[in-house]
């Protein structure tokens, strides 16, 4: 699709709109190799006040996806071919530049992985928080510091205003998270986007912030979507999951059902090489293989040369998302109900 080309204006939300859909999503990246098709159709939404968690392994596509409804892709040798990405009723994909960066920071902000290069080392954490005010809303320096100390409370960092004065690297992994949230929180967005925001911290720690995480979008009835590889931390968290494979999703559901009775062989392979305190001593069963280039996804269905479950027909027929498993379920597998059936 030409990006270029003028779109008719979008119709105006209906009040039962999601707050943002993206429907048929699809990105290219043009390398020296050849193109790699890193988002192929993705369609999700998310509604307020709810979490989405978007899982797959690394290069599955659930970054640059965040990415491109973020509006932050590398353009080139990232591009847009199709699709549609609507936020409060708006297809952003047609919104001027400044339009979009003037809702971004302000209706939807990112959370990174890495907050210690994603915060000014030489300025401290409380100046940082109060710019956003002072950029933004106009604050005074004095109404900006005040605003930063809240929010520094808000996130649960002890004693909030003897510690604004402190630079990152004088707080630990997990606090240095607690002031990425509250950056993102600063302007009150109705979507936050947490890409990996708990992977470089240790488990304990990763608990205490996806619990603030989860709290705060409650709070505040947001919409959450986490983007992660490890489907253990997203249990207690997300309302719903959708699973991403060579540049699709593959599976999608309720969180409580998706764990309960998985209805694609990936995503019965992710739940099975999550350790289990029950089974002490025995082998992880890790899915065989790597996940495919980008550049050269199998034919079929991009899995079957790691599925347990491969028959002649994968190798041939790309699985549509089958609707039908169940409510608010959908599954890229030619055997969903097979699979179903074995539990
Ligand atoms: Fe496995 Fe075939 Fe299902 Fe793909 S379509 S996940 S290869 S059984």
Known sequence: MNRTQPRPPSPPPSPEAPLLAVRDLRVEFRTRDGVAQAVNGVSFGVSAGETLAVLGESGSGKSVTAQAVMGILDTPPGRITGGE??????????????ERRKIRGARMAMIFQDALSSLNPVLSVGYQLGEMFRVHRGASRKEARA???ELMDRVRIPAARARAGDYPHQFSGGMRQRIMIAMALALEPRLIIADEPTTALDVT????????LADL????????ILITHDLGVVADVADEIAVMYAGRIVETAPVGELYRAPAHPYTKGLLDSIPRLDQKGQRLNAIKGL????????????????????RPVCRTDEPPLYGEVGPGRASACHFWKELLDER
């Open 205 to 212: 720690v990763q608990a205490q912030v996806m619990e603030l």
């Open 291 to 310: 996940p495919p280039s980008l550049l050269s996804v199998p034919p079929g269905c991009g899995f079957h040369p790691r599925c347990p479950m491969a």
């Open 85 to 98: 990405i609507r936020f409060e009723g708006r297809d952003l994909l047609t919104l001027p530049a400044e």
């Open 147 to 149: 605003k930063a100390v």
């Open 217 to 224: 979008r409650r709070e505040y009835r947001m919409g959450l």
